[in-house]
């Protein structure tokens, strides 16, 4: 069973940044591409950036120039940089196992002045 924790959300003006985590438990993080989606309400979940076991990276176009996807296996966790955060950004932001299909719970982005 892998658990996965996203923290690091919160509220931001426009033009901030936040740096979210997410923390995996289990021993498969290290070999698993990992994901972060966003929700925002009335909307389908989406794609943001993924990352491959080894770092290479890949990125929708709603973060793209803005956002970093990284991740430390070491301590078996991923982030997302967000730059320039505008008021489209504000949703749950969720981690993903892409490996094993698994989901965080989600943390909460909310971009307001």
């Known amino acids: 069973q892998v658990q996965l924790v996203e923290s690091g959300g919160g509220l931001v003006q426009p033009g901030g940044s936040l740096r979210l985590s997410c923390a995996a438990s289990g021993s498969i993080f290290s070999i698993s591409a990992m994901g972060w989606y966003r929700q925002a309400p009335g909307k389908q979940r989406e794609l943001v950036a993924i990352i491959t076991s080894i770092g290479s990276t890949s990125y929708a176009d709603v973060g793209k120039g803005r956002f970093t996807i990284s991740r430390d296996n070491a301590k078996n966790t991923v982030y997302l940089q967000m730059n320039s955060l505008k008021p489209e950004d504000t949703a749950v932001y969720y981690c993903?196992?892409?490996?094993?299909?698994?989901w965080g719970q989600g943390t909460q982005v909310t971009v307001s002045s």
């Open positions: 993903h196992n892409l490996l094993r299909g698994y």
